[in-house]
């Protein structure tokens, strides 16, 4: 499967707030991806006997995490600068 490289943020004139923000959007848009890769794996009908499906819940819940913590890193940032 190809996938789009994304670009290289640039950091020249950004102040650490744009920085920040910048990073941790391309960071939530990525474990969105592995969550949403996760969620069909999930409804799969993997067999029992191995553990895979064990696996794919496991990193699918780490991920969820994740996702939920950047993402309330990510508001905390607009809300600074919109504050600001």
Not at 39 to 47: A, F, N, V
Not at 72 to 80: A, G, P, S, W
Request: aromatic share 14%; charged share 30%.
């Amino acid at each position: 499967m190809d996938e789009e490289q994304p670009a290289e943020f640039d950091f020249n004139g950004k102040s650490n707030e744009e920085v920040l923000s910048g990073f941790f959007y391309e960071i939530r848009a990525s474990v969105a991806s592995v969550v949403g890769y996760l969620e069909l794996l999930k409804l799969l009908d993997l067999p029992e006997e191995n553990r895979t499906r064990e696996f794919v819940e496991s990193a699918l819940k780490r991920a969820q995490f994740v996702y939920s913590r950047v993402g309330e890193v990510f508001q905390y940032l607009d809300e600074q600068r919109t504050d600001q």
